[in-house]
């Protein structure tokens, strides 16, 4: 099951529509967040961020990256794919596998 978290959407929806070097239309933009919306997702509420706080500072990470983990370890998950920490980490139990290094996913 694919699972994505609301601020990895909010995250993704600013990538497209403003860091691309041609920008997508927000309404096309909204399409997209309204197919990852049928994805399994993860709130990010107080108690996520609270989790996340305290993951960041006992594995010494950005917040940021810190939700994603505390996400997908709420969700379930075994594996978590960013780019932003290094491939073949384990954290909370989730092997980190960057998907830019996608064959050696497999």
Not at 35 to 54: E, K, N, P, T, Y
Not at 58 to 83: P, Q
């Amino acid at each position: 099951t694919l699972v994505i978290s609301t601020r990895v959407m909010a995250d993704f929806y600013d990538i497209v529509t403003r860091e691309f070097a041609r920008p997508l239309p927000a309404v096309v933009a909204g399409r997209a967040l309204a197919d990852l919306a049928g994805l399994a997702v993860v709130q990010v509420d107080h108690d996520l961020v609270a989790a996340a706080a305290d993951a960041a500072e006992r594995h010494d990470l950005e917040i940021r990256d810190a939700l994603a983990v505390e996400a997908a370890a709420t969700a379930g998950c075994g594996r978590l794919l960013t780019e932003a920490l290094p491939h073949g980490t384990v954290l909370r139990g989730l092997l980190v596998e960057d998907p830019v290094n996608w064959e050696e996913c497999r």
